[in-house]
């Protein structure tokens, strides 16, 4: 739950985001000789599978080896040479990532250039998978959602923070789009500090009762009854998990177990141990409580 609860993108709804990959993947496979110096026109993510290299981009020098991976926004020029005898292998994948379909996602952030992927020992395959098997003159489905996966988790680790008024003038929807993006994605990142709602909306450059009615329209709750789901969904997931109600009432920041039963029901529509029983019957086939062919039966309180 951790790992979900501190996702960057985890406030951000799926639909909104368009991933495009602008050319077939590079299989790299380059010796020791190899050298490059030019700039793309769209980013570039760089993952090594063997060997090592080094790169000069804007001024720092990184250093690339298997399980590092390195992302070259577009436009920026960079070197490249290789520093192993061995092959420097691993794929390089052009790509464009749109928000609400007209604004760059990964302008919008700030990001290291490069990082050591957390887990390797799951990623790596899907890397090797994904260098092997990529068709030389084309993109397929297939590799659309490997590389989404792939994306994702660089991104996870790199992000610095959310580069403030990047999309210009308020008065600009996209503008109003992106802060409540930004505010959501907080709040789900850190829904047990009774802090963050007025945290997130005060740096956002609107009027509050404005913004709080924006976001809404936008997420289905207000941003106070949006910290009280991503907190039920936490509690789910403990309770799934095996946790008692008690305690996953606590570690979900509820210290009146009565009280949180009473919300979980406004909330989900079922008393806790009820839903530990809906989630027993679904793991031998039935739909969860809540889902049926897809669609949703909470009486999700907004």
């Known amino acids: ?15 909104a985001l368009a991933l495009t990959l602008t050319r077939s993947t590079i299989r790299m496979q ?17 993952i ?12 720092e020098t990184v250093d690339v080896e298997p399980g590092r991976a390195m992302l070259l926004p577009a436009g920026t020029r960079f070197i490249g040479y290789s520093t192993s005898k061995e092959l420097y292998t691993g794929i390089a994948q ?38 092997d098997n990529a068709p030389p003159y084309s993109t397929t489905l297939l590799q659309h959602h490997l590389f989404m996966f792939l994306l994702i988790e660089f991104i996870e680790q790199a992000h610095i923070g ?18 409540v993006m930004v505010a959501a994605s907080q709040i789900a990142a850190d829904p047990l500090n009774d802090e963050i709602v007025e945290r997130a909306v005060g740096a956002v450059p609107y009027n509050s009762d404005y913004f709080k009615r924006e976001f809404r329209k936008r997420v289905g709750w207000t941003p106070d009854k949006y910290q009280e789901f991503k907190r039920m969904e936490r509690a789910m997931g403990l309770m799934a998990g095996g946790c008692s109600v008690k305690r996953a009432a606590e570690l979900s920041g509820y210290s009146d177990a009565y009280y949180f039963s009473r919300m979980f029901k ?33 009486p999700l309180t907004r």
């Open 1 to 15: 739950m951790d790992e979900i609860e501190g996702s960057v993108l985890a406030g951000i709804p799926m639909g």
């Open 30 to 46: 380059h010796t020791h000789s190899w050298k490059v110096d030019k700039s793309n026109s769209v980013h570039d993510l760089i």
């Open 48 to 59: 090594c599978l063997t060997g090592s290299a080094q790169y000069e981009v804007e001024g």
């Open 266 to 298: 406004r909330y989900i529509g079922i008393s806790p141990l009820g839903y530990q029983q809906s989630e027993r019957r679904s793991r031998e086939g039935a739909f969860p409580r809540g889902e049926e062919d897809g669609q949703l039966l909470y």
């Open 162 to 179: 959310w580069r403030e008024q990047s999309v210009g003038n308020v008065n600009n929807p996209d503008a109003l789009s992106f802060s």
């Open 94 to 131: 052009h790509f464009t990532l749109d928000l609400f379909g007209r604004l760059d996602m990964i302008s919008q952030m700030n990001l290291r250039k490069a990082v050591t992927l957390a887990r390797w020992d799951m990623m790596q395959p899907l890397a090797r998978y994904y260098h």
